[in-house]
């Protein structure tokens, strides 16, 4: 029996596992590096590439969707006009690409995995590898996705939500679709519960010394939580996904109610996890932004931890929300309250976060570089899309906007600026970071003002259309009395939707011009304060290169009696 | 240039209660379940099975997953899990099992 | 090993809170727990509104599935018995009882493959009815993970004389506790309760 030391033994001094063997050239090396590394920055990038492609994807079904309620019956792109089955598997993929395929690996796996390690002062994640298989896990899962829409019957057309019957045996042709849908979407749960298992593990375990839970940046609080809610909630759906494959492939009729079972099962799990999802979205993005405004308004985040607090209370809240969902869809009216004022209690946390972030500008002095832009145009565009929520979420008002254009209006308020002004504003801002070159701050403001100008002419519209009674998912709304009057309305979504997409091309040049040509960024460009700009622009192996601790919080900009205009988190305190 | 890592470890317990004597519980219980599953009141049986099923869950719990010697984050993660999967079944009954709302004849 | 002077720097690091290993293991048996939990209550909520199911559960196995809880319960205290010889560094030990473990999980699915053949011989496949939908789900979703964790086990017996590999005996053996709890459930609900 060995005896062990009564003191905390130090663990051996190690090698940054990060350090590989020297390997200088060759297919191997390539392979090694740039496919299938271990590196989190690598894995990040290659998490952001994969979901800026299929945000493309998601983009161009947009265009058919629109063009098609601005033209209904017209070829669209040169091609023969699409049915109205070809029409619900465009708004089916749309919204699935859009949630699973472009917001998760964007926010989390690539903003996540390249900057937890960075901000806490680690060298790398908790397990690397786990990190490498979450990445080719969802790859895989788009490789089935994109394959989906090329099989005999097309892709899924039962929505993003994809509820029984119609899923099952609704649409005969469109099994096999329906079937990879259901395969792609585990595959991708798995490779973020895989991903997930770092995001959580990283941060508890490997902060740099002087680095406290309450001295981590608000990015790190906010991944976690989104991470934490992810994997609490998609469990169900996983198993519900399972049957609803066995239902479609052998009729088993856990949800088929000729055959006994229960659609509105479905409804609740898909919802459970559903809603919570929501907010494994907004979390990141709302923690990119809480990144940006303090260096840009050189001021401290307000209320660093009531948002803390307030994000963990709304993420137990969001377990409590989910039939907010399925207020008319046959389920059980005494459910309709608690569901209602669950829904409603939820608003407060998140208003105290979105408030504190708006409370950080006060007396601050603000430059607004593309960063800090796209920063508050997220935060005032989701103000709209939570207001619109709260009307949503009163079950007696929800009777008449749901399902409409309300309720599409509404969580493109939310998600949109979410994913794209979060996705944007972190991109301008960390570029620098990931890549060594600076994204052009002139196309930068192009594109923010394009933008939010068409984005705002996309959407408004639709919120009046719902008001108004159109319903949502109508392939040619010119068949019906109530609807054909607000064509007028769709012909200004669609022009709007022109614009948007139009206004992305800045961007695309000004990201090709970022990835070519010469590394000229320096190490901290905005003069922020925390740990990832300590390190080189871009990392290398292991991060950092010099010895350092933590010796304050993260937003010690201003700071009242300080000689200089902000303290690093890095910088030792003088005396 | 890279950089070396220094971590210190927390200490590891070293106490090891007696597994045999856990085991020999474990058995025990699974042959009372066994029997218990022959009452003839459906809910007596289902209650007593299950909280026995559950009594199994905790002692593996406890003392092969260590759990009584980790920190209370651990208790705090499993609680939170199961506390949800409580929320749901109770958020999704009214519907499945209590007939909907509807007023049946 | 201690720490020397070295003229490489040095970045020190907070004191984890459990070492990662573990941690990480126990962060994802959170989200496996929704994910069994999710199936079990979707089927006991189905199963409250269907009493004629008890035709079908009926012909569930009883005397196997008793036989793979025994099975399963043996392999946890031999996985932990594992556990403890790998932190005291006897990895000869620890390598023996991992075997013993192994051995038990591939009986577990023999017997496991012998129920499928008995069912599906009679014609009891998800076609039939939902509650073949929810066994198959439940077991072979089991089953999976047993097959998983057989895996891990033979990561440990072939590389159990290096120190880093013994220190992986901890989550292994969290997780094989885990599918030991599932099953725990999966027994009164799919075989006791059933007949």
Known sequence: MSVQAPAPPVEPVHESPSHHEPQTSGFFHFLRTYVFSVDHKMIGRQYLFTGLAMALVGGLLAYIIRHQLAYPGQAVLGHHPISADNYNAMITMHGTIMVFWVAMPILIGAFGNFLIPLMIGADDMAFPRLNMLSYWTFFLSTVVLVASFFVPGGAAASGWTAYPSLSVNGIPANQLGQALWVLAVALEFASMLIGGINYLTTPLNMRVAGMSLFRMPIFVWMQMAATLIFMLSVGPLIGGAVLLLFDVLFQTGVYLPDKGGDPLLWQHLFWFFGHPEVYVIFLPAIGIVGEIIPVFARKPLFGYKPIVYSTIVAGFLSFLVWAHHQFISGLDPRLAMPFSITTILISVPFAIVLFSMIATFWRGSIEFTTAMLFAIGMIAEFLVGGTTGIINGSAAADIYVHDTYYIVGHFHYTLFPAVFYGTFAGLYYWWPKMFGRRLDERLGKIHFWGTTLFFNMTFIPMLLMGIGGHQRRIFDPRVFTYTAPMHNLHLIATFGLYGLLLYQLPFVIAFVKGLVGKRTAERNPWNAATLEWHAPSPPGHGNFDQEFEVHRGPYEYSHPGSEKDFLPQWLPTTN | ?105 | MTAIAHPVPVLRRQPPIIPSGRLGMWWFLSSEIVTFGGVVVSYILLRLVHPDWLHHSAHTLLSAGAINTVVLLTSSLTVVLAHRAAEHHDCCTARRFLSISFGLGVMFLCVKAFEYHHELSHGLTPRTAAFWGFYYTMTGLHGLHVIAGLIAMLYLILGARNPKVLGRVAPVGLYWHFVDIVWIFLFPLLYVTAH
């Open chain 2, 1 to 105: 240039m890279h950089l070396q890592i220094e971590t210190l470890k927390p200490a590891e317990h070293h106490e090891h209660p007696n597994y045999v004597l856990v085991y020999g519980a474990l058995l025990a219980l699974l042959v009372v379940s066994i029997l218990l599953g022959r009452l003839p009141n459906a809910y007596a049986m289902n209650a007593l099975v299950f909280t026995v099923a559950g009594i199994k869950a905790i002692l593996v719990l406890r003392y092969f997953m260590h759990v009584k010697f980790e920190p209370w984050l651990v208790v705090f993660i499993l609680a939170g899990a199961t506390f949800f999967l409580v929320v749901l079944f109770i958020g999704v009954a009214p519907d499945v099992v209590g007939g909907g709302g509807w007023i049946r004849k």
